[in-house]
T-cell receptor, first 112, second 115 residues
Framework: AQTVTQSQPEMSVQEAETVTLSCTYDTSESDYYLFWYKQPPSRQMILVIRQEAYKQQNATENRFSVNFQKAAKSFSLKISDSQLGDAAMYFCAYRSARNMRFGAGTRLTVKP | DAGVIQSPRHEVTEMGQEVTLRCKPISGHNSLFWYRQTMMRGLELLIYFNNNVPIDDSGMPEDRFSAKMPNASFSTLKIQPSEPRDSAVYFC?????????????FGSGTRLTVV
């Protein structure tokens, strides 16, 4: 079974600085997608960015980018120019043909 | 599209009572998922449907939990009888079956408190 591990329960970043959230996963599949979701205090789960395993190019969405290392099964999220509105829980997720599995989450605090 | 719609947003009930959570997926999505979120266990997949058919209910914790999807636009998750340990946020999500490139679209969740 696929597992997703987020080793950082909490992270903190100064406003306007850059922060990287870590995620590793375990799978025997070759075709899959990886996602990062954001959950602010409103508890809405918001899709931040996605990465296809077959694509070597790292995905980017405005201030959000990933560092995808397929061989190492690593999928980290970099947030540049952090803003107060980025404060939230961030979940890494692995999607196979069957379903999606989530990591335990990283709580990000942004200091003004 | 209004997104995935869940109701109620909050539910407080007494132990032993029946609780029904409701979900309307995004029109055109043919997969529907029920998740439970707690501090201790994080996000757990309870059950999912493809084309209204339950595919995997191995995450349903006990027989007290049941889920139905009578049509493509409606699903329910029922707990009977409810217990305090069922207190959690329950999310419904929908997506395209087979479209792994699509993330799941989540509803706003139902916060259930069983006292």
């Amino acid at each position: 079974a696929q597992t997703v591990t987020q080793s950082q329960p909490e992270m903190s970043v100064q406003e306007a600085e850059t922060v990287t959230l870590s995620c590793t996963y375990d799978t025997s599949e070759s075709d899959y997608y990886l996602f990062w979701y954001k959950q602010p205090p409103s508890r809405q789960m918001i899709l931040v960015i996605r990465q296809e395993a077959y694509k070597q190019q790292n995905a980017t969405e405005n201030r959000f980018s990933v560092n995808f290392q397929k061989a190492a099964k690593s999928f980290s999220l970099k947030i540049s120019d952090s803003q107060l509105g980025d404060a939230a829980m961030y979940f890494c997720a692995y999607r196979s043909a069957r379903n999606m599995r989530f990591g335990a989450g990283t709580r990000l605090t942004v200091k003004p | 599209d209004a997104g995935v719609i869940q109701s109620p947003r909050h539910e407080v009930t007494e132990m032993g009572q029946e609780v029904t959570l409701r979900c309307k997926p995004i029109s055109g999505h043919n997969s529907l998922f029920w998740y439970r979120q707690t501090m201790m266990r994080g996000l757990e997949l309870l059950i999912y449907f493809n084309n209204n058919v339950p595919i995997d209910d191995s995450g349903m914790p006990e027989d007290r939990f049941s889920a139905k999807m009578p049509n493509a636009s409606f699903s329910t998750l029922k707990i009977q009888p409810s217990e305090p340990r069922d207190s959690a946020v329950y999310f419904c999500a929908s997506s395209f079956y087979g479209g792994r490139g699509y993330g799941y679209t989540f509803g706003s969740g139902t916060r259930l408190t069983v006292v």
